[in-house]
């Protein structure tokens, strides 16, 4: 598919190591390549855009809501964002002087959600920054393959409860997963503290 949304910031060097950002439920690809300029320059940074258009922003896949307003996704729907993700991975690292081999996912809230889904499981695929989001067994395939995965929340955050990023820890740690996890007194949202810390693991895995 050569209908990709995306902005880019490309890597100084040759077969650079791949960065790609997943944004959050009713957001766009340019919300988290607002930082890129941080990310260290050896990266070759890719923000996509969700292929879900709500009329304004965009989504990964629908979230439902019940009467009592309790939310739920459909693992179908959640599935073709994942198979959607696989296919740019595909399409662009064929198409730009990139390491296939070696891909950090960072999403946002619906985007880390995202992120663990098609990142666990996926070889080429060595790092994971979860941010402000969760992971759902039901989409994941664990197969403890050697990973470095970030994860931050806010203990605040009225979104995506702060317990649910504390289980999903707990989930990475019992399927034999080592993620550095760390909280933040804020909402849903991502603080200075909280970019400098990703920024700096970002660094170390460089």
Excluded: C
Excluded at 144 to 161: A, R
Excluded at 165 to 183: D, K, M, R, W
């Amino acid at each position: 598919m050569s209908s990709f949304v995306h902005l880019s910031k490309a890597s100084k060097i040759t077969n650079a190591p791949l960065l790609v950002m997943l944004h959050g439920y009713g957001s766009n690809e340019a919300d988290l390549f607002s930082f890129a300029s941080l990310i260290p320059s050896n990266y070759h940074v890719v923000s996509l855009q969700a292929p879900l258009s709500l009329g304004v922003g965009y989504a990964w896949f629908p979230i439902h809501f019940e009467e009592n307003m309790e939310r739920w996704t459909s693992p179908e729907e959640a599935q073709q964002a994942i198979d959607y993700v696989r296919s740019f991975l595909s399409y662009y690292t064929e198409k730009n002087d990139v390491d296939a081999n070696t891909i950090t996912l960072l999403g946002f809230s619906q985007g880390a959600m995202l992120s663990y889904s098609v990142g666990l499981g996926q070889p080429n695929i060595t790092a994971i920054a979860a941010l402000s989001g969760y992971l759902d067994p039901r989409l994941v395939r664990f197969d403890k393959l050697k990973k470095t995965i970030y994860v931050s929340h806010g203990e605040q955050d009225m979104v995506v409860p702060y317990a649910w990023a504390v289980q999903s820890v707990a989930l990475l740690e019992e399927n034999g997963y080592f993620p550095n996890f760390l909280s933040y007194p804020q909402g849903h949202g991502v603080n200075q503290e909280n970019l400098n810390s990703l920024v700096q693991w970002l660094e170390a895995q460089s």
